[in-house]
């Protein structure tokens, strides 16, 4: 049983669209994030949620806009698509400490 | 605000002998340290972090990290590398009780010749 799914995997849009990332964890943790990561493997956070609530939310965007309907998911919804969103997109999620990862989705803007 | 700096790209080592990847970080209040591992087209995975205690922390597949206070190091380390060790790592800091945000660094490649 996968800790933290990602879907879909791959997902390769055209510029303008608006597409949506989906994020489970069966964990119980009360921590979700999404963080994405550059073509040069840099990692950067981009939202967090406690507990169905936003916690941070970093400079982003405002065509990204995570939804929490309950602790266990966690979903990206991007809007106006742009040829820069391309990464891949890496959910998390955290009780204590440490994170469990999701295997990422690799979003390709053309 | 935290943030956190592995000086080398990359790190090459033969296979057998030990290797260090290096790790310096920033935050005000005690720090929580992380190591991850990301193998190609996969997430990362952890390694070990520290919270408190024992400034010497083992984690997976052998690997170690000394926290190291005055120098606000957290380098990672491995007596005897493997190829299978090949992999880009990163280091990661968050700001200790009641901190969410995790920070990390831009990640070393090590490489682990046969």
């Known amino acids: 049983d996968t800790a933290v799914s990602q879907t879909p995997k791959y997902l390769v849009t055209q510029m303008g669209n608006d597409k949506s990332i989906k994020c489970e964890q069966n964990l119980g943790h009360d921590t979700m994030y999404w963080y994405k990561q550059d073509s040069k493997k840099f990692l950067k956070i981009m939202f967090s949620y406690n507990n169905k609530e936003l916690i941070i939310n970093e400079t982003v965007p405002n065509r990204f806009s995570p939804k929490s309907p309950d602790k266990a998911h966690l979903n990206l919804h991007i809007n106006s698509l742009e040829l820069g969103d391309s990464a891949v997109y890496f959910c998390a999620s955290s009780q204590e400490s440490g994170y469990t990862f999701g295997s990422g989705t690799r979003l390709t803007v053309v | ?114």
Do not use: M
């Open chain 2, 1 to 114: 605000a935290q943030s956190v700096a592995q000086p080398e790209d990359q790190v090459n080592v033969a296979e057998g002998n030990p290797l260090t990847v290096k790790c310096t970080y920033s935050v005000s209040g005690n720090p929580y340290l992380f190591w991850y591992v990301q193998y190609p087209n996969r997430g990362l995975q952890f390694l070990l972090k520290y919270i408190t205690g024992d400034n010497l922390v083992k984690g997976s597949y052998g690997f170690e990290a000394e926290f190291n206070k005055s120098q606000t190091s957290f380098h990672l380390k491995k007596p005897s590398a493997l190829v299978s060790d090949s992999a880009l790592y990163f280091c990661a800091v968050r700001e200790g009780t009641g901190g969410f945000k995790t920070i990390f660094g831009a990640g070393t490649r090590l490489f682990v010749k046969a």
